[in-house]
Structures are given as C-alpha cells and as structure tokens.
C-alpha cells in the first residue's frame, strides 16, 4: 500500500468516529478531511464542528442534504412502499447511500486517495457505505476501522477517548445505554440496553413520539396530496420534500405513531433487537398506498407488491445504486404516473388509518359496482368468465375420477 496523502472520513462526532479520527490520524500520519451530512439530526450536529476542530482537522465539511435526501432518496423508495421484514420503513438503510455519494464528491474535490468510515464489522451500514463507494468510485482506498483496529468493544473506545482527551456526551454511559441514530426519516435505537429482545425498552426512550397511551383523547384529522406518486402538500399547503416530512413528523409524533420494536435479520446473518420511530415516515406509507389503491391498474399495484420486498431487500443491503435497483424504480416510477390525489386520515393514540380518498385519475367506477341498477355491466358476463375460469378444474376432476386403472391408462395412452 502507498502512504495516503489526505482521507475523508464520514464523521458524526460520536464516540466511534471521533475515536476513528485520532487513530486514522495516528495510524497513517496523513491529513484528515472531515465530512458531516446533515439529514435533521438537530441538535446532535452543534458541536460536530468544534469536536473536529479540537481533533486537529482543518478541512471541515457539514453539508445540510436533506431536501436531497427526501426527494431523491426517501421519496422514490417510498413510491415503491418499502418494508423491510413487514416493518422496518429503512430509515438509517436509506441514509448512507447519500452520505457515502457525497462523501465521494467530496474525496475528488480535495483530492483525497482514501475514504473511512465508522460502521462496525458486525453491522449492515459497512456495506452501505462500502457498496456505494466502489459503485461510484471503484478505484478509492477505503479504510474500515473497526475491521483493522485492536478495539474490541465500545468500552475499548470509551477508554481510548478518556486517555486521549476525546470529548464524549454520553455515549455508553447510563443516560444513553444503546446507540442511537436520527435523520429526518427516522430514529433507531439499538445495542447495550436493547440487546435482550425478552425486556421491554426501557422507559422514556423514544424522542419524537409520545407513548400512545400519553396521547390526545381526541382524533385528528390531516389531508396528504400527492403528485405522480410523491407526497407535495399537507392539509393543503404545498410543502417541499423535506418540509413534508418534518410536518408529518410533528403531527405524527404528537400521536404516538410509528413505533416500532423488531428483531431483524442483518445482512451478515445475524439476528438484532431494534426499535424504530418513523411518525412521518408511517403516515406517509399509509396515505401512498391509500392513493395508489384508486389510482392504479390491479395488476399492476399486485405486480409492485411483489417486487416491493425485493426492492426493500437492496436497500437494506447497501444496493441503492447497482443495475437492478435502478432496473426496478424505472418500473416503480412508471407505475406512479397517475398516483395522483388527496388522502385523509384519522391520528389516536398510536394508530392511523384512512377514512378517505379522492383523485382526478381515479380508476375507481361507482357505476360498475353499485348494488343498484346500472347500465354499464351485463351480470350475466360473469358466467362465461367463470366456466373459463373453472375449466381446468373440470378436467382435472375427470381425470382423477377416470374408472381406467393405472395399468390400463398406460395401455390406452400407447
């Protein structure tokens, strides 16, 4: 391996790449370039800049990506209504594609031979990150720590933090005993206090939901309007992409929804414990497929439902930009043409659900299915269809009725 010159590092100013950064520094004696993407972690990113600055770093990056994030990113995985294991919305899955591609542009801009990351060797975002860079720049050095250091253990990393005068709020201490990652999609929680999936979550956990039980005795009602399957107005003002979702967030998390505890299967073959909130994120995905049920052909929407888990499959794998994700959005954004509409929905206590659509493209025909009389269908009709339908049902009763033995099946068959 040549010496580097200069490497970006994907930094959250957390506990493990703070940690990263002084031992890239002291492993490889090269210049440092920090890169933080902001995607609402709020009040996480207010120090990020004087941490690197106390760390040595003099080429400090924080970029506010989140109207990118939404419409590129969130927005045409939502189209395709993405779950993965029935329940994860992938959010943290969604994040690292941008912040690895930016992360890049970033390396070519000042000339850096290596990118590093602070995902560990026993999680999925190592291959986010690393999947997306040899996508977009296979020739790139890249440096994953936790897969060449001699630190085993978050403990290894407080200690190291402590020796080296490395400022660290709370991070594995008993006011914040599991890992915790935000954006504007979402916040999970995994790790230490998490990890026996038997307990409860501890109490008070969550930030931006209130237990269902804390919350209004009333329902609300709010009004989603979509455009060729994208979300761009609540309860009728036009919103940009990001402000969509911070809208839906407020109103969603006031209720309590979008909790969610799950054990998921990691990429590398292990099972994680992990709770989810993602109040706008779930508000979204129930109005979309609300939309999509007046809008779209019924082949078509059956079609999408069985790509969806495959598509949320090369999401949660770091697969954001290979050939046949790219393959199934063309199909997915094809189908969202006519997803175009208003959707209203009822908020309590942790629940939605829809109480009403509306669309100009609407596929939905009263005429055809009133239980009064109509003249555009010929009930009748039905009766062709169905003995089509059952004819092969009909020959394979005679066959199986036939009074020849098998012996003599055979004979007559010769």
């Excluded at 309007?225 to 006031?254: I, M, T």
């Excluded at 073959?269 to 994120?281: A, W």
Aim: proline share 5%; hydrophobic share 40%; charged share 25%.
């Amino acid at each position: 391996m040549k010496p580097l010159k200069k490497i970006v590092l994907a930094y959250s100013g957390g506990l493990d790449t703070s940690v990263v950064l002084r031992w890239l520094k002291d492993r490889y004696g090269c210049e440092i370039v920090t890169f933080t993407a902001d995607l609402g972690q709020g009040e996480e990113l207010k120090r990020v800049r004087q941490k690197a600055e106390q760390l040595g770093v003099r080429e400090i990056f924080i970029e506010d990506l989140q109207e990118e994030f939404a419409r590129d990113f969130v927005f045409p995985m939502f189209r395709a209504n993405a779950l993965y294991e029935g329940a994860y919305l992938l959010g943290s899955s969604i994040a690292r594609p941008l912040i690895a591609k930016r992360q890049i542009e970033i390396a070519r801009l000042v000339g850096a031979d290596a990118v590093a990351h602070g995902a560990t060797g026993k999680g999925n975002d190592q291959l986010r990150f690393e999947l997306t860079y040899l996508a977009l720049s296979p020739d790139i050095q890249i440096i994953a720590p936790w897969r060449d250091w001699s630190f085993r253990s978050r403990s290894d990393l407080l200690a190291f933090a402590r020796e080296n005068q490395i400022s660290i709020e709370n991070a594995g201490t008993a006011q914040r005993p599991y890992s915790i990652d935000v954006n504007l999609l979402h916040t999970s929680y995994e790790g230490e206090a998490l990890e026996d999936p038997s307990i409860p979550p501890p109490e008070g956990l969550c930030t931006r939901t209130v237990r269902p039980e804390d919350a209004p005795n009333r329902p609300e009602e709010l009004v989603v309007s979509f455009l060729q399957g994208d979300p761009v107005a609540v309860n009728g003002e036009p919103l940009s992409p990001a402000n969509v979702l911070r809208r839906l967030n407020a109103l969603g998390g006031v209720h309590g929804i979008g909790r969610v505890d799950m054990v998921e299967n990691r990429i590398l073959g292990m099972k994680t414990r992990s709770v989810y909130e993602t109040p706008g994120g779930t508000l979204l995905h129930h109005a979309h497929r609300a939309i999509e049920s007046l809008t779209m052909d019924g082949e078509a929407a059956h079609l999408k439902d069985e790509l969806m888990p495959r598509y949320a499959n090369l999401v949660y794998r770091g697969l954001w930009f290979s050939p046949e994700r790219l393959m199934l959005q063309a199909a997915i954004d094809q189908s969202q043409k006519g997803v175009t509409g208003d959707v209203r929905m009822q908020m309590y206590k942790g629940s939605v659900r829809v109480i009403g659509r509306e669309s100009p493209t609407s596929r939905y025909s009263r005429a055809h299915v009133t239980f009064e009389a109509d003249n555009v269908y010929n009930q009748s009709d039905a009766t062709g269809f169905i003995r089509l339908t059952g004819l092969r049902f009909q020959v394979g009763a005679a066959a199986r009725t036939s009074p020849l033995s098998g012996e003599e099946r055979a004979q007559d068959a010769t």
